[in-house]
């Protein structure tokens, strides 16, 4: 099945959301307008035409410590720079209704395309993700995510490029 992410809007149904991870549930029912508001995040959406929220995503800006980044990244770089610009996949979630159906698969696709994409205007050298448990550490891993010495993990922008356009 392929899903169709848009920005978060009003019209967006998320009482019902429960992936099963409270600090996820809460963050799509009581926070995530205000961090969009603010500029904080930026949060994508899988919703059918009903508006409930099956899956979301968010997105913002960040940056990895060169010190965290590992030696053959660190060798390549200009030594005037003490970080490499990132984007932050914040957090990802499916709800429980919708899991087993590949939406968290198409939804981390998705943001890695939204992000690979952004990257050709505002400089990003990769994407970051800091695992909420050793489930997430796996599921990472299958797409490419590698391990940094600060427990995130991070795929590059050349990575993502050869997932997307093979």
Known sequence: MTYLATPLSQNHNRKSFNCGELSLDNYIKTQVSQDVKKKL????????DDNVVNGYYTLSNTAIPMSDAPEEIRSKMPRAYTDLPATLLGRLAVDNSCKGQGMGA?????ALKRSYEISKLVASHAVVVDPIDQNAIAFYKKYG???LDSGKMFITMKTIGLLIDG
């Open 106 to 110: 198409s939804l981390l696709m998705d």
């Open 41 to 48: 995040a930026a949060c994508f959406v899988f919703a059918e």
């Open 145 to 147: 995510f590698v391990m």
